[in-house]
């Protein structure tokens, strides 16, 4: 089934704050709303569902008015919503009951790439204060997907600004139904003899919400339950399997057939990168919606051809067809695309939201994603690693995979000369070499805002206060090259700081540590998203300069990261030599809090302290 949500999507949010403020889990008594929440859903014999909500509000705090300011439930065309009752309660006693006046249906707005038929409902309550309690009825007729067989329904139970005071939910199915839970020890579940009902129902009030938390954070475990009538992918996702192949097994249209003839011969790799920049160049990524709801339903080879556009199921399935006419061995895979991925308790529809191809290349798995606006061979886009993957053999099979993390590379590699002056300037030159998520960062600016903007981001880069800098680099496109060089020439009006007729040098390499030394002392809970693993390699040399202190090496060893410090002098002056290897993605809160990390903490911050130092010129 379409993933469900038994939680209210509130029309406002929490604004983020920033690093530097205190963090922590919100105290009940500050929550805005509270909610009493019964929803009673019926899974019928045509995988359909029927579903009562009665969700009662009280408002707390002045936010508690504008988060209820509007409710929406938008839904597909295929659905339908019916209000049965609704109205506000005033401290006074008094009740205004919701008038059809206050109740509109419309057509939803269009997702983001993409064009649809939903609609979209809305109720806006009057007269709102602190102390009303608004109650309204719904009932919602769930259509089937096409092609669906097996029910999924999640209910998640993920930080938000309600306060619920209880929470009952029942679902019954004419078939037996399993389920499975991730920290809901704040319930109880209950299923029938027959195993045809499950019933749960919150013990006590829960309130889980978290403020000033970073903005690269998340919390990442919440209460969780899903409910399915089979823990088989095959189960849920045969059924698509079969459709795909049948759709791969047509001839391919007229112009992907060309391009498939003109690779002919090329090694693999090559070719690979030719079709996927076929595919970029000659369609846009659109999700059309209009004609039909076709859920994980891709359109025919020809279709797509003729439409040059497609969402992320037509244009993996143009590739796998491409590749395979190739010689190529590729597969379809169903996938959560996002950069963070919860495990699946159990398989289905609401487990993944995303299409991309598994290819034997040279011996090694690619995951392609023809939907973005590049292509970096021999890589996993972050929002693609670290999650389990659903891929749907030409044999009709349907095989769990776990989709790794990407090793560290070399991300960045600079070699800067900075030859200082008497009065704290300096002269810059700095050659770097660029690869990985920096250089599709550097692309995907230049695509949407121009190299000229690239290029002053890159300026703002090269020292306290950047003078008359230049960017020498050959333009950016869709195939990222396995090493992108960057040549900047700048001055800095205040390279050093004079002191007493001495200099001092600051590399500022201390913040990244200092950082996490504040997430443990304001209570921060959230778990920190770092990207991609990756290597950056640095080497500096201070033309002129005479180091005060002796030679330094240093170093830190951790599972999360490593370091490698060194400064010696030579016949130009001093040089730095700095490494960073990080080996994670995320950070946990059990992480950071820890002691060893907090010994990497003081190594690291230890060994960039070193570096900041005294100077003669």
């Not at 009740?95 to 790439?113: F, G």
């Not at 700048?490 to 997430?519: C, H, M, T």
Request: net charge neutral; charged share 25%; with cysteine.
């Amino acid at each position: 089934m379409r993933p469900t949500v038994s939680r209210l999507a509130l029309a406002a949010a929490l604004a983020c704050a920033s690093q530097a403020a205190s963090a922590s889990r919100q105290p009940l008594a500050e929550a805005p709303l509270a909610l009493q929440s019964s929803i009673r859903c019926q899974h019928n014999a045509d995988n359909s569902l029927d579903c009562t909500t009665r969700n009662q509000f009280t408002i707390l705090k002045p936010a508690g008015k504008d988060y209820l300011s509007r409710i929406d439930f938008t839904y597909p065309d295929t659905d339908t919503l019916e209000v049965l009752d609704g109205e506000v309660r005033q401290q006074d006693g008094r009740v205004i009951r919701l008038d059809k006046s206050q109740v509109e249906t419309r057509a939803a707005p269009n997702p983001y790439a993409g064009v649809s038929r939903d609609k979209q409902t809305w109720l806006a309550f009057p007269e709102l204060a602190v102390g009303s309690v608004v109650r309204y009825e719904v009932r919602h007729h769930i259509a089937a997907p096409p092609l669906s067989r097996e029910l999924l329904y999640r209910l998640d139970f993920d930080p938000e600004p309600v306060r619920y005071d209880s929470y009952r939910f029942e679902l019954s199915s004419p078939r037996p139904l399993l389920w499975r839970s991730e920290a809901m020890e704040g319930f109880r579940i209950h299923a029938a003899a027959d195993g045809k009902a499950i019933t749960v129902e919150q013990q006590g009030t829960r309130y889980l919400n978290f403020t000033n938390e970073w903005n690269n954070a998340a919390i990442r475990r919440w209460p969780r339950l899903s409910i399915a009538t089979s823990d088989s992918p095959q189960q849920h996702f045969g059924v698509y399997a079969e459709r795909y192949n049948q759709i791969l097994a047509a001839p391919l249209p007229p112009a992907a057939a060309a391009e498939v003839a003109r690779q002919q011969g090329k090694p693999a790799a090559e070719q690979v990168a030719a079709f996927m920049q076929h595919i970029n160049s000659r369609y846009r990524y659109l999700n059309d919606q209009r004609l039909a709801e076709r859920g994980l339903v891709p359109f025919t080879l020809a279709e797509i051809e003729q439409h040059g556009y497609g969402d992320c199921k037509d244009l993996a399935t143009l590739l796998t067809a491409m590749l395979r006419r190739a010689g190529i061995v590729a597969e379809p895979v169903l996938v959560f695309r996002g950069n963070f991925a919860p495990a699946p308790l159990l398989p289905g529809l609401g487990t993944v939201n995303h299409m991309i191809v598994r290819a034997a290349v040279d011996g090694k798995t690619e995951w392609l994603d023809p939907t973005n606006p590049f292509f970096a061979a021999d890589r996993i886009m972050p929002d693609l690693q670290e999650r389990i993957a659903y891929r749907i053999g030409a044999d009709g099979q349907v095989r769990a995979d776990n989709i790794p993390l990407q090793a560290p590379t070399v991300s960045s590699r600079v070699r800067r000369m900075e030859t200082l002056r008497r009065d704290g300037s300096a002269d810059i030159v700095s050659d770097s070499e660029l690869s990985g998520w920096p250089l599709i960062e550097l692309t995907m600016q230049d695509r949407y805002q121009g190299s000229s903007s690239s290029d002053q981001s890159i300026c703002r880069g090269v020292g306290s206060q950047p003078l008359n800098c230049k960017v020498e680099r050959a333009a950016t496109g869709f195939l990222q090259p396995e090493r992108y060089p960057v040549r900047i020439a700048s001055q800095d009006a205040r390279a050093v700081e004079k002191i007493s007729g001495l200099y001092l040098y600051d590399p500022q390499l201390e913040s990244r540590w200092n950082d996490f030394d504040s997430y443990r002392g304001n209570d921060n809970q959230a778990d920190v998203y770092l990207g991609d693993p990756e290597i950056q390699e640095r080497t500096v040399t201070l033309k002129g300069a005479k180091a005060i202190q002796p030679p330094l090496s240093c170093h830190a060893r951790s599972r999360w990261f490593d370091l490698d410090l060194s400064q010696r002098a030579d016949a130009g002056g001093i040089r730095y030599q700095y490494r960073l290897s990080r080996k994670v993605r995320w950070l946990s809160h059990d992480d950071i809090v820890s002691q060893e990390f907090a010994e990497l903490s003081r190594q690291a911050r230890g060994c960039a302290t070193q570096v900041r130092q005294i100077l003669k010129l």
